[in-house]
């Protein structure tokens, strides 16, 4: 079983940057492929980036591509989202998630989430 606590979240103004982070445990970190998320109110939860267990691969939504960074830290078992150029349309709650297999969208574990708030 691993358990996934979010942390790095708050207030920012548009255009400033924010850099979530995901400390995992109860499991092998090294095996799990990652995933970021956010369910902005109202809406349904959204897929952000994913990065494979050795950080190999990576992926992201084209809403935040180019200006999200996906990155792990292996030996930390720690996961992290570097947010840029922070926009309104950001402004959500974050989720971390863990699955076996980084093909898959189907993420077996997750985190309780940390927001992120973006203000003009």
């Known amino acids: 079983q691993v358990q996934l606590v979010e942390s790095g979240g708050g207030l920012v103004q548009t255009g400033g940057s924010l850099r979530l982070s995901c400390a995992a445990s109860?499991?092998?970190?090294?095996?799990?492929?990652m995933g970021w998320f956010r369910q902005a109110r109202g809406k349904e939860r959204e897929f952000v980036a994913r990065i494979s267990s050795r950080a190999v691969s990576t992926d992201y939504a084209d809403s935040v591509k180019g200006r999200f960074t996906i990155s792990r830290d292996n030996a930390k078992n720690t996961v992290y989202l570097q947010m840029n150029s922070l926009k309104l349309e950001d402004t959500a709650v974050y989720y971390c998630?863990?699955?076996?297999?980084?093909?898959?969208?189907?993420?077996?574990?997750w985190g309780q989430g940390t927001q992120v708030t973006v203000s003009s």
């Open positions: 109860g499991g092998t970190f090294s095996r799990y492929a």
């Open positions: 998630a863990a699955n076996n297999y980084y093909y898959s969208m189907q993420y077996d574990y």
